[in-house]
């Protein structure tokens, strides 16, 4: 009975009843473009943060890296994003507070992602990102990827969002093991272009990082040269009433 007396608003206080989770995303980030090359990963997005329907932010960066040797990036909702670099952070801080000498490579935060992706998934409070995670450690060069509900894999190149359609079949033509790192930026620039042609979300601003074992290097933001003359774009309904 005295349960029943104590604090009986509580119950049906408006904290109470607030809801936690990422029911809808509010601003989101289109798609991430990476690929291996012969000395490194490159990555490319873009800068530009929807909210709705509506380009509203035009600086939003989207590639950050993580400790020594990774670099990640990501494309859904930019506060979850904000949450995974945190998770991320205190990663890496506690490896170095460790101080053996030795530090996590890529393909241990790949995985670290995945179960936590997985592992919010499960309990029904997903964080709405699909990231890509590229690195470099002792030689070896890492690429992978995760999705919102924990799928994950590694390949040569990845992309997420709309490049998964329109950007991925362009590196399966094009990419090859031992690509320049000039012929790795223009393929990214080509697949970005097309992206930037079909992709009402996309902006014409963009940024491209390479990571190689000295370190992560990420590009001032920069744009395309684009043509809109195609007459496909200046008629795209020919017949129609």
């Known amino acids: 009975m005295e349960s029943n007396n104590a604090k009986p608003g509580l119950l049906c206080s408006p904290e109470a009843s607030q809801s936690q989770r990422t029911l809808y995303p509010y601003v989101t980030g289109t798609s991430v473009v990476a ?21 509203r932010y035009k600086s939003v960066e989207r590639m950050k890296p993580i400790g020594r040797h990774c670099l990640i990036g990501a494309s859904g909702e930019i506060s979850d994003f904000q949450e995974v670099l945190r998770y991320l952070d205190e990663l890496t801080l506690n490896d170095n507070m460790c101080d053996d000498g030795n ?62 359609h329109l ?31 079909r992709d009402r979300s996309a902006v014409n601003k963009l940024q491209i990082a390479n990571i190689t074992e000295e370190g992560v290097t990420i590009s001032q933001p920069y744009s395309l040269r684009t043509f809109w003359g195609f007459s496909a774009f200046i008629n795209p309904t020919p017949g129609a009433q």
């Open 35 to 55: 690929l291996k090359y012969k000395d490194g990963i490159l990555m490319a997005a873009d800068m530009g943060g929807s909210y709705g329907s509506t380009l």
């Open 103 to 164: 530090s996590l490579g890529p393909k241990e935060i790949h995985s670290y992602l995945t179960r936590v992706m997985y592992n919010r998934r499960n309990k029904f409070d997903p964080l709405w990102n699909s990231l890509v995670l590229g690195g470099v450690k002792n030689g070896q060069t890492y690429l992978g990827m995760v999705t919102m509900i924990g799928v994950n894999f590694e390949d040569n190149h990845v992309s997420t969002g709309f490049g998964n």
């Open 167 to 197: 950007a991925r079949p362009i590196l399966r033509d094009e990419w090859h093991e031992d690509l320049s790192f000039e012929d790795g930026v223009k393929l990214l620039e080509k697949c970005m272009r097309v992206l930037l042609y």
